[in-house]
C-alpha cells in the first residue's frame, strides 16, 4: 500500500497492489489507484502520458468493478505493451487498475469489488512482501 501527497494537503491518492494467479496462467500483478483528479500518480505508474485521463476515456466501456457498492465502468487508456490499463470515476476520484502482464487485464472479467477502506479495514487484510512495481515509483522529496 502507498499514498502520494505531502504534509499540508495530506493523502491525495492511494494505492494498493495485489499479486496472485493470471486467468490464462502464470503471475499478475495488479495496483489499483484512487485519486483526486490532477495528482497523477496512476498516470505515472501506468505509463501514460499527463496527469488524467480526459480524452482518453472514449466509447464502451471495456470493464465494470463493483466499486463503494456501485457499478463502476472502466475504460482502457493506451499504455506501454507490457501491462494493461483500466480507468474509471468512482466518487469523485480517479480509479485505475493497472495489470501485469497486459493479458492480466482479463481478471476484470470476473466480478471484482472494491472497498474503501477509509470506511472499514477488514481484519482478514493480509499484507505481504512490497510489489516491485511500487518500489520503482518512489520517489523523494528534495
Known sequence: ??????????AQASVL???GPAPLGGPADLLLVAEEPGVGLGAGLAGFGGTDPGASVTGAAAAKIEAAGHPTALWTVPAPDDRSVFVGEAKGLWLWAIL??????YVLAEHLAVHDLREHVPAELVIGAPSPYLARAHRRSP
Not at 500500500?1 to 495530506?10: L, N, P, S
Not at 501485469?100 to 487485464?105: K, L, V
Open 1 to 10: 500500500m502507498g499514498y502520494a501527497g505531502d504534509e499540508r494537503t495530506g
Open 17 to 19: 497492489a495485489c499479486a
Open 100 to 105: 501485469w502482464p497486459a493479458a492480466a487485464g
